[in-house]
């Protein structure tokens, strides 16, 4: 799906998903891995503004990080450094 501005100006993005867009980007596009993670990243963080505290795995950064199998499938997920959920 795609998202619209509030006054229908122009679209917001896409509403697709990361474990669905990832695939697509490395399989399909054939973007490799590591530049696809960071286009959904770190990219974002910047373009509003946090990428201070979010969008990298660096010291001193939020720990926001969600792991994913090979299918990507989301095998972890933490905020702030805390597992919230786990398919362990």
Known sequence: GVGMMLDRSS???SSTLLNQMLPVLVDVVGVPLVEAVR???????????VDDRKGSLLPGMDADIAIFNDDFTAWRVMISGRTVTSNQ
């Open 11 to 13: 679209f917001a993005g």
């Open 39 to 49: 286009m959904a990243t770190l990219n974002p963080a910047r373009a509003i503004g």
